[in-house]
C-alpha cells in the first residue's frame, strides 16, 4: 500500500526487532532495500520517528559482518538447516522422516515455525514477503514434475491456481490428497509445501483435530528397515522426557479399522506396525481433511511435519507386528526472537 516495502512497514510502526532483522538479512543488505521510496516519496528511515531504529540504518563494520541469509532463516526444511545440537544421536537407527530430542524445548523447528503461527500480523506478512513467492514456485514445479496425466494434471494446476488467487490452504490440501504420484513425492518433497501450509495455518483452524485418538498402519517388506524403525521408537522410551518430531507428512484415520487395513502382516515377507495416537487436546497440525479428501471413507485426519510426540508403550504382538502408542506434545511457546538466536547467522 503507498508503494511501501515490508522494511518502510516496520519503520512506520516503529518494530525495532523486525527492522534490525530486515537490516541484517540479505534482502537489507541490498542498498535498494534502504534507498527505495514510497509513492510519498520516503525511504524506510523516513517512515520512523524513532531514533533507535534511524540508528540501524547507520552502516557500520560490525553489521556488515552480521548479515544473515535468508535462505538459512527462512527455509522450513526438516533437513538439519537449523543447528539442534541436543538432538539426540540416532546414528545407525535414524529415518528421515522422525528425529527425536531430549525433550520439546529442543525441538527448534517446531518452535519457531508454531512462533509464526501465534505471531503478529507484522511478522507474519514479514516471512509470507520473504518466504511464499519461492515456496510458490517450487510446489508448482513439483505439481509439473510428478504428475503427468494431463486430466489430473489439470486438475491440480486449477487448485493451485486457487491457492495463490485466495491464500486458502484447503486447495493445497485437495491436492494432496489426491491420488497421483505427488502424494508419495511429497513425503519426501515436502520442503516447500509443508512453507505454504504453515504460513497460512491460521486458515485451517477450523480443521484443527479437537482431541481424541488417531491410528495410521505401517507395513514394511525390508525386515532390517522394520527393525530400524522399531529401534528408533524404543530408544524413545528409555526416558519420559525424549520427544519424537515428525519430519514428513503423516496420513491418519480417526478409523481404527482402516489404519489396520494398511498394517498388514499376512503376507509371509511383510511386517507391520500399527500407531495409535492420543491427543489431550486440540492440535493445530492434526488436519481434518473431511470433504476436501478423495476418499472420505478414510476419515483422514493429516499430521503436518514437526508435530510432536512422547512414547507411551510398544507391544509385540508378534515377532512381525507391533503396536506402539504415542502421545501429541504441545510445542513449547517461544518468541520469533528466542528461535532467532538458535538460527546459524
Not at 38 to 59: D, E, H, K, M
Not at 103 to 112: G, V
Not at 187 to 199: D, H, I
Amino acid at each position: 500500500m503507498y508503494g511501501n516495502t515490508v522494511l518502510h512497514i516496520a519503520c512506520e510502526r516503529n518494530n525495532y526487532d523486525l527492522v534490525q532483522l530486515l537490516l541484517q538479512s540479505d534482502f537489507g543488505q541490498n542498498s535498494y532495500s534502504r534507498s527505495i521510496s514510497n509513492y510519498l516519496g520516503q525511504t524506510p528511515c523516513q517512515c520512523t520517528c524513532s531514533p533507535n531504529i534511524r540508528s540501524l540504518f547507520v552502516t557500520s563494520p560490525s553489521m556488515m559482518n552480521h548479515s544473515i541469509s535468508i535462505n538459512n532463516i527462512l527455509t522450513l526444511y526438516p533437513n538439519n538447516q537449523f543447528p539442534n545440537p541436543t538432538t539426540v544421536p540416532l546414528n545407525d537407527t535414524e529415518v528421515d522422516w522422525l528425529r527425536m530430542y531430549d525433550n520439546a524445548t529442543d525441538a527448534l523447528d517446531a518452535r519457531f515455525l508454531m512462533s509464526i503461527t501465534r505471531s503478529s500480523w507484522m511478522v507474519k506478512t514479514l516471512l509470507r514477503f520473504l518466504m511464499e513467492k519461492q515456496a510458490v514456485d517450487i510446489v508448482a514445479s513439483l505439481i509439473k514434475r510428478y504428475i503427468t496425466d494431463e486430466d489430473e494434471y489439470e486438475e491440480a494446476m486449477e487448485a493451485f491456481k486457487d491457492y495463490t488467487n485466495t491464500k486458502n490452504p484447503e486447495h493445497l490440501l485437495r491436492i494432496y490428497s489426491m491420488d497421483t504420484p505427488l502424494y508419495n513425492a511429497l513425503r519426501k518433497e515436502n520442503n516447500a509445501f509443508t512453507t505454504l501450509l504453515y504460513m497460512r495455518l491460521d486458515g485451517l483452524k477450523q480443521r484443527n483435530f479437537p482431541k481424541g485418538d488417531l491410528y495410521r498402519g505401517l507395513t514394511k517388506e525390508n525386515p532390517d528397515e522394520y527393525q530400524k524403525i522399531l529401534q528408533i521408537y524404543q530408544k524413545a522410551m528409555q526416558s519420559k522426557s525424549h520427544i519424537i518430531e515428525t519430519c514428513a507428512l503423516h496420513s491418519t484415520s480417526l478409523c481404527r479399522e482402516v489404519a489396520e487395513s494398511f498394517a498388514d502382516n499376512i503376507n509371509a515377507t511383510s511386517y507391520a506396525i500399527f500407531f495409535h495416537f492420543k491427543f489431550p487436546n486440540e492440535c493445530p497440525t492434526a488436519i481434518n481433511l473431511r470433504g476436501i479428501s478423495k476418499f472420505d471413507e478414510e476419515d483422514e485426519i493429516l499430521l503436518l511435519p514437526f508435530t510432536l510426540f512422547k512414547i507411551i508403550d510398544i507391544k509385540e504382538d508378534s515377532p512381525k507386528y507391533h503396536i506402539i502408542s504415542l502421545e501429541n506434545v504441545p510445542v513449547p511457546p517461544a518468541t520469533f526472537n528466542i528461535i532467532r538466536r538458535h538460527i546459524q547467522i
